[in-house]
C-alpha cells in the first residue's frame, strides 16, 4: 500500500509549501527515494513551489529551499518538474531499491509574459497555453496619458491594432483597426467588452458640428483598467461570433485582493499648446499674391497695397491657446478572505488648444468580489461616469473655428475698434472663428451607467456555472446655441439657432456558461466553456431645433419662435447566442482548443437569421520537445500556433431605423406641408445576412536568452466576404442604395511584438534597460465587388476616395499631376484616354490613405529610483489628402488665405516650379483636384518621453506613504513628417468613416503636452 | 440548495428567450406590403409624391439653382465646386449635384408608379378619390419626366414600381421622342382623372393643361401649345397676380396666378434664399448681364451700385447691399415660400410665343404686354416675327428668372451655343456617373 499517495483534487496547488518527505524510519526496504534542489537556471536562487511528479503521480512541491524529496517504487520512472514563470523540465531516471538518487533541475525562467494569467473570452488563461494571437496592454500604459479615452492612449502600443486620431477635438472618436479595415459599409470597431459584457462603443450623438463624431469608449475611466487583451485572430475571437470580426478589445478593471485596505493617488497636470503651426501668409503676401493672379488674368486689383496689407493678423494664433489637462485618481482597494473591493473615482479634465474646446469627465467604480459561501461567490462591478464636452464646429463644417481661422485672409481684423468681432464691417470673408468660438456654444453631457453582475456557483472544484446580468446605460443630451451676433452665419439671418437633443443607449446582456477546469497527473490540462446569452438594445432619441430669438440671451429652444426641425423614435435591435470552447494542453507542450457560436441577430430576414462562427487552434511548444534535447534549452521557449476561424459582422451602420431593419421593404414618411405622406425608403433585401470573415493565423512565441527577450510573431491571412455595403444601384429604381452583401476584402500581414529586457541589475537600485517594440505590416485589398463595379463614397461633394477590386479599401482616385508648364505656368493634367479633355475619366489610382506598416518603440532606463521612458510611434506609406489644398492652394481662385508656397507660383515662362501660375479666375488648373494634393503622411512621433523618480523612503516626509513617484511627461512632443498640415495621423470624416480615409479638411490639430505628475501609495 | 439556484437560473434564461426577441419591427416605418392598402395609405402615398419634390436636390434647392447657373443668369459666388463646374459649363459626370437632381426626380417617379400600380387595389376607397388620386399621380410623373428630359435628353423609362434590383429598364435609355410621347401620353391620363379644378398646390385639371402647353412648345409643337395654353386662359380661373411680388410671400400667400406650386414649411424648408441672399450663403448670385437685360442703362462693366430699373421685376428680383448684387427673388430665411413649379404668366407666354411662331403676332404682342404692363414696362408695338420671338424670349428670362427656366429655354431654342459660347455637347447634362458604373449598358452623352 502506498502511503504517499496524494489525491487528485489535492494536487491542485496555490503556493502550499510541504515539505514532503519519507519519513527516515519505518520504510520498508522495496522503495527507492529520490531527492533534489530544483533552482533558476539564470540566478542560481532556489525555485520554490515547484510541483514535482514523479511516475505520473504528484508529490507534492519544492520547500522554501527549492528541495524535494520522495520515495517511490524503484525503477526508471520519469520526474517532472513545473512552476508557473519556468520552462518545465522532466527527466528519466532509474532507481534502484534502498539508494538515494540525487536529481537536480535548473529550471529557465520565462519572461513575466508568459507567467501572466490573461482574460480571454469567458475565462482567463496562461499566456503559455494561449494558441490564439492575443496581445496584452497593461493599465499603466494607457493611464495617466493627456487623452479622454483608452482608445486613444493605446496608439502604437500593440502589434496589429491601428489607431487613428483623426483630430485633436477633446474627446472626439477615435479609429481602431485590428488586423485592417474590413468593411466597406458595416462598422469597422473592434468590440469592446468591460468585465466580460459587451458594451456599446458607437456614436450616439444627433448633432454634427464637424466631421467628428464621439464614441461611448470616452466613457470609461483609463484609470480603472487593470489590464487590456487584445484579441485579434478569429480563434481567439470566435467565441463572441458575430461582433468579433473586427477584433475584440477585452478590458479587466481593477479588482480588491486580501489585505489591509490600500489607498491609490494618481495626480497629474499640464499643458498642452498646438505641436506646430500651418505656414500661412501674412498680408502683404497674401495681398501681393492675389493681385499677381488678378493681373495674370487682366482683372483690377481686388485689393490695394498698402492699404489692405497695413494690418495683419495671425488668425492661427487668435484661436489658438495655451490650455491644462489634468487628471486626478483615488482608488481603495483591499479586503479579506471572503470580501474583496476596490473602489476608486477619478476626475479628467481637458481644457482644449482650440478656443471654446474642452473635455471633462467625473467617474467612480465599485467592483466588489464576495465568496457568499464556500462554493458561490459573487462579483460586481459597478461604475457610473459623467462626462461634459464642449464641442466647436469643425472639419467638415462651414462655420469652423478651426477652418476659418486657416481659410481667413490675414488681412481682418480680429475686432473692430470698438470692441465688437469684425464681421461684416470689415467684409470679413468667412464667419469670425474667434467670435464662433467664443459665442456659441455645443455643450454635450453623457451619463454612463455599466453595472456587471456576476454569481459563480462551483459544484466542485472543476465544474461551476456562472450567470451574469450587465446593464451598459447611456444617456447623451446635447444642446447647441448658434448666436446671430456672428456675421456671416445662417443663425444670424435666423436670428439665433438652438437645438437640443437627447439619445439614450440601453444595451442589457444576460449570460450563462458552464465551466469545467480540469488538471490531471498526466499534466493534461482541459478547460471546457459551454452557455448561451441573450443581449437586448434599446435606444431612444429626441430633438427639437429652433429659431428666431428675440435676444442673444437666450440660448434655449423655449424662448424661439418657430421649430424648423423635430424628432423622436425607439429602436430596438437583439441577440442570441449560444457558445461552447474546449482548450486541451498536454504537459503544457500540446496545445489544442476549438471554439464555437452561433447568434441570431434581429436585424436579419427569417431567412439568414443564425450563423454560426466555428474556430480552432493549436499550439506546440517544440523547445520542450526532448528531440530538441540542449538545443532547446539554449534556444528558449519556442512555442509555433496557428488556427483558423470565422468571425462575423453585423454592425449595419447609417439610418438607424434602416440598418435595424433593411431586409424589409420599408415605408417613411415623407409629409407635404400639414398633410401627413409615405413614401418608400427601403428597398427589401430578405437575404441579407451577416459579414464573415475567415481569418488563418500563424504565429511563434519565442523566449529566447533564459526569457529575457520576449518574440511574439504573427502572419495572418484574413478574407472578408459577403461584405455589407449599402451599395449603389440604379436609381431608376427609385433607390440610390441597397444594402446588401457582395464583395470581398483581404487583408494580410505580419506582426512583430519584442519585449526585451537589455540590461538588468541583480540589485534593486542598479541600472536596467527594457525595450518594447511592435511593428505590423498589413496589405488590404478588396478581392471582389458586385459586378466589379467600383464606387465612390458620397460623403465628399468631391469624390476623392473610392473602393475598386484590385486597390485598398479608400483609395485615392483623382487626376494625375504632371506637373506646370514651364512655358505657361499651366498645371499639366494626365490625359489617360488621349482624348484631349482632362474628364473625370482621366482619374487614376492616386494612392492609399493605409500605411504599409506601422509600431511603436519604448524604452525604459531606470538608476537608482530615476527612471526615464520614452515612445515612440510611427507609421509609414499612408498618403494623406490635403483638401485644405483645394481652397488654400488654389493659385488665387477662393479669397481663402494661402500656404506660404504658392508664393512658388509660376512667373516667368522658362521658369520651374511645382506651384501653377496665380489666377484670379482660375485659369491656371491649380483648382483642380488632383494628386497635387496628396501628400506622403509618413511620420515618426516622439509620442511621450517620461523622467520619473521614485522618493526614497527615507526623504519621505510622511512614512505612511510608499511608493512615491514624482515624473514629468512630454507628449506629443515632436512628429517627424514631410505632411503641411498641422497631423498626418488625421481623418476629417470620423471615425464612422470607412470609405473616406485619410482626408484632411481642416481638421483640430493634436497638442503637445507638458505635465507633471505625482502617484504614491498608502 | 444546488437545484434552487438551477432552477432560477433556468427560469431567467427562459424568460429571457420568451417573445421571441428577434422578431422586432420598425417603430417608425410600415412595411411595403402593408403601406397601401387602405384609404388612408393611398392619400398619404400621394402625399409622399408630392414631399419627393420637395427635395433640396429638386425643387427645394439644387433644381432651380443649377439650371440657372448653367445659363446666363447667375454666376457661382460660393464654395462649391459642383455649383462652380456648372457656372463654367464644364460639368463633369461626376458631379454630385446633378447626381442628386436624377437621384430624387426618380426616387418621386417610384413613389408616383407605387400609386398607379396599387391605388386601384385598394378597398374601400371611393372611386372619385382614387381617380383623383391617380390623376395627380400621371401629373407628377409627366412632371418628372419632362424635367428630366430637358436636362439629359432620353433617359429609361420606368413606369412599374421596381420589384428587383437587377432589372434592366433602367439600362436603355428611351429617344427624346418617345420621353415626350410618354409625357404627353401621362397628361392625358391626368386629364381623364383629374377632377378638382381648384387646388394649387396641388395638381389640378388647369395645372394638367398649362404643363402640356410647355411640354408641347418645348417639343417644338407650336400649335398644340397654342391650343393647350388657350385651353388654360379658357378655364377662366386665373389672372396675373396685380404685384410680381405677390408671387413669392414668404408666407406662401396664394396668388390668382397659381397654377401649381410647392408647399414649403419651416419644417420642410427650402434653401433658395439661403443660396442667394448675401447674408446667407451667396452662393451664387445674378450676372451683370442679366442685370443689364432688367436695366438696359445700366452697362456691366458699371459699379453695380448704378443699377436701377424701371421694370418692377428687376426691382423684386436683384437687389444691390454694399456695391455687390444679390438675388432677391427669394426672401425667406425660413425657407418657406411656396416657389411655382407652373404659373400662369408663363402660360401667357407659351401663349405669346406659340402665336408668334404661327405668325398671330397681334395675339402675341397683346399677351407680351399683359406680361410687361405688370412689370410697370411700357408696352410693344407692332413686331417683325424674329422680333418678336426675341422679345418674347428676352421676357421670358426676365419673368422667370431664378426659377430654372432659362437654360432649358436656352437649350431648346438653340441658343445655348451662341449665347454662352460653349459646344452643343454641353447642351446636355452628363448621365451622373455612379449611375453609368452601376448600370450595364446605359449610354453616357457624347462628351463626358
Redesign the interface.
Known amino acids: 500500500m502506498r502511503r504517499f499517495t496524494l489525491s487528485r483534487a489535492a494536487a491542485v496547488l496555490l503556493g502550499l509549501t510541504l515539505y514532503i518527505a519519507g519519513p527516515a524510519a519505518a520504510r520498508a526496504q522495496q522503495t527507492a527515494t529520490i531527492r533534489g534542489t530544483v533552482t533558476d537556471s539564470v540566478s542560481g536562487q532556489p525555485v520554490t513551489g515547484a510541483q514535482i511528479t514523479i511516475a505520473g503521480q504528484v508529490r507534492g512541491v519544492t520547500n522554501d529551499r527549492g528541495a524535494y524529496l520522495s520515495n517511490v517504487a524503484p525503477g526508471t520512472v520519469t520526474v517532472r518538474v513545473q512552476r508557473i514563470g519556468f520552462s518545465p523540465g522532466e527527466r528519466q531516471v532509474t532507481l534502484t531499491a534502498g539508494d538515494t538518487t540525487t536529481l537536480n533541475f535548473a529550471l529557465h525562467s520565462v519572461a513575466v509574459t508568459l507567467a501572466q494569467v490573461m482574460v480571454i473570452g469567458y475565462g482567463t488563461e496562461n499566456r503559455a497555453r494561449v494558441t490564439g494571437a492575443v496581445s496584452t496592454v497593461n493599465g499603466s500604459d494607457v493611464q495617466n496619458q493627456p487623452v479622454a479615452g483608452l482608445d486613444a492612449a493605446l496608439q502604437g502600443k500593440a502589434p496589429g491594432v491601428q489607431v487613428i486620431q483623426n483630430a485633436g477635438d477633446p474627446g472626439n472618436g477615435i479609429t481602431v483597426r485590428v488586423r485592417g479595415a474590413a468593411s466597406i459599409s458595416a462598422s469597422n470597431q473592434p468590440l469592446y467588452v468591460v468585465d466580460g459584457i459587451p458594451v456599446q462603443s458607437g456614436d450616439f450623438s444627433q448633432l454634427g458640428p464637424n466631421g467628428q463624431g464621439v464614441t461611448g469608449v470616452t466613457g470609461l475611466d483609463p484609470s480603472e483598467i487593470e489590464s487590456i487583451t487584445v484579441l485579434k485572430d478569429a480563434a481567439s475571437a470566435a467565441i463572441y461570433g458575430s461582433r468579433a470580426s473586427n477584433g475584440v478589445v477585452l478590458i479587466t478593471t481593477k479588482r480588491g485582493s486580501a489585505g489591509t485596505a490600500h489607498f491609490s493617488f494618481d495626480a497629474n497636470t499640464g499643458w498642452q499648446q498646438p505641436e506646430r503651426y500651418l505656414s500661412l501668409m501674412n498680408a502683404k503676401q497674401y495681398v501681393a499674391f492675389m493681385n499677381q493672379g488678378a493681373e495674370n488674368d487682366g482683372d483690377s486689383d481686388p485689393f490695394t497695397p498698402g492699404v489692405d496689407d497695413a494690418h495683419s493678423t495671425d488668425w492661427q494664433r487668435a484661436i489658438f491657446r495655451t490650455a491644462p489637462v489634468g487628471n486626478v485618481h483615488l482608488g481603495l482597494s483591499g479586503g479579506s478572505d471572503r470580501l474583496k473591493y476596490y473602489l476608486g473615482g477619478s476626475y479628467f479634465g481637458q481644457t482644449g488648444i482650440v478656443l471654446g474646446s474642452s473635455y471633462s469627465r467625473v467617474s467612480g467604480r465599485a467592483n466588489i468580489d464576495f465568496d457568499a459561501t464556500p462554493n458561490?461567490s459573487v462579483k460586481t462591478s459597478l461604475a457610473y461616469s459623467k462626462e461634459l464636452d464642449h464641442r466647436i464646429p469643425g472639419d467638415n463644417s462651414?462655420t469652423g473655428v478651426v477652418t476659418n481661422a486657416i481659410g481667413e485672409a490675414s488681412i481682418y481684423p480680429v475686432r473692430s475698434p470698438n470692441g465688437q468681432f469684425a464681421g461684416?464691417d470689415y467684409?470679413l470673408y468667412y464667419a469670425n472663428p474667434v467670435a464662433i468660438a467664443e459665442l456659441n456654444n455645443l455643450p454635450t453631457t453623457t451619463d454612463r451607467f455599466l453595472g456587471n453582475v456576476e454569481g459563480t456557483?462551483h459544484?466542485m472544484p472543476s465544474l461551476s456555472?456562472t450567470?451574469r446580468v450587465g446593464a451598459d446605460v447611456l444617456t447623451m443630451n446635447e444642446l447647441e446655441w448658434d448666436s446671430p451676433l456672428v456675421d456671416g452665419t445662417?443663425a444670424?439671418?435666423?436670428r439665433g439657432v438652438a437645438k437640443s437633443g437627447y439619445s439614450t443607449g440601453n444595451q442589457y446582456v444576460?449570460e450563462?456558461f458552464l465551466t469545467y477546469d480540469h488538471e490531471n497527473s498526466e499534466a493534461a490540462s482541459l478547460n471546457i466553456v459551454g452557455g448561451?446569452s441573450?443581449e437586448?438594445n434599446t435606444d431612444q432619441l429626441n430633438f427639437v431645433r429652433a429659431?428666431g430669438f428675440s435676444s442673444d440671451q437666450f440660448h434655449y429652444v423655449r424662448n424661439g419662435t418657430?421649430?424648423?426641425?423635430?424628432d423622436g423614435?425607439?429602436?430596438?435591435?437583439?441577440l442570441?447566442s449560444a457558445f461552447a470552447r474546449a482548450n486541451y494542453s498536454w504537459k503544457d507542450r500540446y496545445l489544442l482548443s476549438g471554439s464555437i457560436r452561433t447568434d441570431?441577430?434581429?436585424r436579419f430576414g427569417p431567412n439568414n437569421?443564425y450563423a454560426v462562427f466555428p474556430a480552432i487552434a493549436g499550439g506546440w511548444v517544440i523547445s520542450d520537445e526532448p528531440f530538441m534535447g540542449d538545443f532547446g534549452q539554449k534556444l528558449g521557449r519556442v512555442k509555433l500556433r496557428a488556427s483558423y476561424g470565422v468571425t462575423g459582422n453585423q454592425g449595419l451602420t447609417g439610418d438607424q431605423?434602416?440598418s435595424?431593419?433593411a431586409y424589409?421593404?420599408?415605408?417613411?414618411?415623407?409629409?407635404?406641408?400639414?398633410?401627413?405622406?409615405?413614401?418608400?425608403?427601403?428597398?427589401?433585401n430578405p437575404n441579407l445576412k451577416w459579414e464573415a470573415t475567415h481569418e488563418f493565423d500563424g504565429g511563434l512565441d519565442w523566449y529566447p536568452f533564459g526569457g529575457r527577450l520576449t518574440v511574439i510573431a504573427d502572419y495572418y491571412h484574413r478574407l472578408t466576404s459577403n461584405l455589407l455595403v449599402n451599395?449603389?444601384?440604379?436609381?431608376?429604381?427609385?433607390?440610390?442604395t441597397?444594402w446588401?452583401n457582395i464583395g470581398n476584402v483581404l487583408n494580410r500581414g505580419f506582426e512583430l511584438g519584442l519585449n526585451s529586457v537589455n540590461f538588468r541589475s541583480d540589485d534593486k537600485n542598479g541600472f536596467s534597460w527594457n525595450t518594447d517594440f511592435n511593428i505590423s505590416f498589413n496589405h488590404n485589398e478588396v478581392t471582389a465587388l458586385f459586378?466589379g463595379?467600383?464606387?465612390?463614397d458620397?460623403e465628399n461633394?468631391?469624390?476623392i476616395s473610392r473602393v475598386a477590386v484590385g486597390q485598398p479599401i479608400g483609395e485615392f482616385y483623382v487626376l494625375h499631376f504632371k506637373g506646370v508648364d514651364p512655358q505657361t505656368g499651366d498645371a499639366i493634367y494626365q490625359d489617360v484616354n488621349g482624348d484631349g479633355?482632362i474628364?473625370?475619366?482621366d482619374r487614376v489610382d492616386a494612392g492609399s490613405p493605409q500605411p504599409k506598416f506601422f509600431g511603436g518603440l519604448r524604452n525604459t532606463w531606470s538608476w537608482k529610483g530615476f527612471s526615464l521612458g520614452s515612445f515612440l510611434e510611427f507609421s509609414y506609406g499612408a498618403k494623406v489628402f490635403n483638401l485644405m489644398r483645394?481652397?488654400a492652394d488654389d493659385g488665387g481662385y477662393?479669397y481663402d488665405n494661402k500656404f506660404t508656397y504658392a508664393l512658388n507660383a509660376w512667373t516667368h515662362p522658362g521658369q520651374i516650379t511645382n506651384e501653377p501660375r496665380a489666377s484670379f479666375d482660375g485659369t491656371s488648373g491649380a483648382?483642380e483636384?488632383s494628386d497635387r494634393f496628396i501628400e506622403d503622411g509618413s511620420y515618426l512621433r516622439i509620442s511621450e518621453i517620461t523622467l520619473s523618480w521614485r522618493i526614497p523612503d527615507h526623504l519621505m516626509p510622511v512614512g505612511a506613504l510608499e511608493n512615491t513617484t514624482l515624473y514629468v511627461s512630454g507628449h506629443n512632443l515632436h512628429n517627424f513628417t514631410k505632411y503641411t498640415g498641422y497631423d498626418p495621423d488625421v481623418n476629417s470624416n470620423g471615425s464612422t468613416s470607412n470609405i473616406a480615409l485619410g482626408t484632411d479638411y481642416y481638421a483640430y490639430p493634436r497638442a503637445r503636452t507638458i505635465s507633471i505628475g505625482l502617484s504614491t501609495n498608502w | 440548495m444546488?437545484i434552487r439556484?438551477?432552477l432560477a437560473?433556468a427560469l431567467?434564461?427562459a424568460a429571457?428567450?420568451c417573445n421571441n426577441?428577434?422578431?422586432?419591427k420598425?417603430?417608425?416605418?410600415?412595411?411595403?406590403?402593408s403601406?397601401i392598402t387602405d384609404a388612408v395609405?393611398a392619400?398619404?402615398?400621394?402625399?409622399?409624391?408630392?414631399?419627393?419634390l420637395?427635395s433640396l436636390s429638386y425643387y427645394g434647392e439644387d433644381f432651380p439653382i443649377l439650371l440657372d447657373l448653367s445659363s446666363d443668369n447667375s454666376e457661382h459666388t460660393g464654395?462649391?465646386?459642383?455649383l462652380g463646374d456648372a457656372d463654367l459649363n464644364e460639368l463633369?459626370?461626376?458631379n454630385?449635384t446633378i447626381a442628386g437632381i436624377?437621384?430624387a426626380i426618380?426616387?418621386d417617379?417610384?413613389?408616383v408608379?407605387?400609386i398607379i400600380a396599387k391605388v386601384p387595389q385598394v378597398p374601400n376607397l371611393d372611386p372619385d378619390e382614387m381617380h383623383e388620386i391617380i390623376g395627380e399621380a400621371y401629373f407628377l410623373r409627366a412632371l418628372n419626366y419632362h424635367n428630366l428630359v430637358k436636362l439629359f435628353g432620353g433617359v429609361?423609362l420606368?413606369l412599374t414600381?421596381?420589384t428587383s434590383?437587377n432589372?434592366p429598364?433602367?439600362?436603355t435609355r428611351a429617344t427624346v421622342a418617345d420621353t415626350y410621347t410618354q409625357i404627353l401620353k401621362d397628361l392625358d391620363s391626368a386629364q381623364a382623372f383629374i377632377s378638382n379644378p381648384n387646388q394649387t398646390?396641388q395638381a389640378s385639371l388647369g395645372a394638367v393643361m398649362a404643363l402640356r402647353a410647355r411640354v408641347l412648345l418645348y417639343e417644338g409643337d407650336y400649335p398644340g401649345a397654342l391650343t393647350a395654353a388657350k385651353a388654360v386662359e379658357d378655364l377662366g380661373q386665373y389672372s396675373l397676380a396685380p404685384n410680381f411680388s405677390d408671387l413669392f410671400a414668404e408666407d406662401g400667400s396664394p396668388t390668382p396666378e397659381d397654377i401649381f406650386r410647392i408647399?414649403f414649411?419651416?419644417?420642410?424648408?427650402n434653401n433658395l434664399s439661403?443660396y442667394y441672399?448675401f447674408?446667407?450663403?451667396y452662393e451664387v448670385a445674378p450676372t451683370t448681364n442679366l442685370m443689364h437685360d432688367f436695366d438696359p442703362s445700366f452697362d456691366p462693366s458699371d459699379d453695380v451700385a448704378n443699377y436701377d430699373p424701371v421694370d418692377k421685376r428687376g426691382q423684386w428680383s436683384i437687389s444691390i447691399e454694399?456695391d455687390t448684387q444679390e438675388g432677391t427673388k427669394f426672401r425667406s430665411?425660413?425657407g418657406t415660400e411656396y416657389p411655382h413649379v407652373i404659373r400662369f404668366g408663363e402660360v401667357l407666354l407659351i401663349r405669346a410665343e406659340a402665336e408668334a411662331r404661327v405668325g398671330s403676332l397681334d395675339t402675341a404682342r397683346v399677351k407680351v404686354n399683359e406680361i410687361r404692363a405688370r412689370a410697370g414696362l411700357a408696352p410693344i408695338g407692332s413686331l417683325s416675327q424674329t422680333d418678336m420671338l426675341n422679345t418674347i424670349i428676352d421676357e421670358r428670362r426676365k419673368e422667370l428668372a431664378f426659377e430654372g427656366d432659362r437654360w432649358p429655354d436656352l437649350v431648346r431654342l438653340g441658343l445655348a451655343t451662341t449665347v454662352l459660347g460653349i459646344s452643343a455637347q454641353q447642351t446636355l447634362y452628363p448621365i451622373?456617373?455612379?449611375?453609368i458604373?452601376?448600370?450595364?449598358g446605359?449610354t453616357q452623352n457624347p462628351?463626358?
Open positions: 458561490f462651414l461684416n467684409d456557483y459544484f456555472l450567470g445662417y444670424a439671418q435666423a444576460l450563462s448561451g441573450v437586448y429659431e418657430v421649430i424648423t426641425s423635430f423614435l425607439p429602436f430596438n435591435n437583439n442570441i441570431g441577430s434581429s437569421r431605423e434602416i435595424d431593419f424589409l421593404g420599408l415605408y417613411g414618411t415623407s409629409n407635404y406641408g400639414e398633410n401627413p405622406g409615405i413614401a418608400p425608403t427601403n428597398f427589401a451599395r449603389p444601384i440604379p436609381a431608376t429604381t427609385g433607390f440610390a441597397y446588401d459586378q463595379q467600383p464606387f465612390g458620397g461633394f468631391r469624390p479633355e474628364t473625370s475619366d483645394i481652397f477662393n483648382r483636384i | 444546488r439556484f438551477f437560473a431567467v434564461t429571457a428567450a426577441p428577434l422578431d422586432l420598425p417603430a417608425g416605418s410600415i412595411p411595403e406590403s403601406a395609405g392619400r398619404a402615398a400621394l402625399f409622399g409624391a408630392y414631399g419627393g420637395q464654395t462649391l465646386t459642383s463633369r459626370a461626376d454630385q436624377w437621384i426618380y426616387d417617379i417610384n413613389r408608379n407605387e429609361p420606368r414600381p421596381a434590383i432589372d429598364t433602367g439600362s398646390t408647399i414649411t419651416a419644417q420642410q424648408f439661403y441672399l447674408d446667407g450663403r454694399d430665411v425660413q451622373p456617373q455612379r449611375e458604373d452601376v448600370t450595364p446605359l462628351g463626358y
